[in-house]
């Protein structure tokens, strides 16, 4: 866990100033519809790599108080002793964590773009755009070797990964009122989330309709 905790936390810091800090209002008459998209979508995604970390670092720091605090029974692994005992923890510290790696890493292009621009800015986007999908596919060819007869090591690659993490968000909710009091949250904010791409396109046709005319 603490592979993670101690990452997460710079990565946190990191995203303090870029993804928080450093935004910049949208001017309506002298940003481009491109600009104006990126910087709503910069915001949101700062916003919510920064939170991804943070929780990665919470689960990370309560795993390790229990499995100091409490006795651990005889496992055969590591692995099942976390796949029986700590799975939550496991699958919650690790689809954070990497999450707000790949927020932290496509946030790095769209910054680049949004101070510089033009051929520069294109560019800075093509790399976060390719190192991101590089990223996903050595975490996803990471959680494909490491398949086992634990839990959650059944997990074929990152979207898997995230499955198996909502679905045992899910079974712990019954058991917890503030779990679903923050599934109901999460549900909102995807009603949000939708809202404004909705809210994008509207830009991005009045933005064409204006060009036309």
Sequence with gaps: FNNMRTPAALVAGGLVPLGILMNKPIREEEDTIKTKVLKKSSALLGVASLLSEIIAVIYASIAINKLVELPSPQTASVADLLSQNHNLPWLGANVHFFLGMMGFSLLVGTRVYLVYGGAVGNLA???????????????????????????????????????????????????????????????????????????????YAEASKKKKE
Excluded: P
């Design 125 to 203: 986007i093509g790399y976060s755009v390719a190192f991101f999908l590089q990223m996903l596919a050595v975490v996803n060819r990471g959680i494909a070797l490491g398949r086992g007869g634990s839990h959650h090591f059944g997990a074929n690659n990152f979207g898997h990964l995230c499955l198996l993490y909502g679905l045992s968000i899910l079974r712990f909710a019954t058991r917890d009122t503030t779990s679903v009091c923050s599934i109901l949250s999460i549900g909102v904010t995807a009603v949000t989330i939708a809202n404004t791409i909705v809210s994008f396109y509207k830009d």
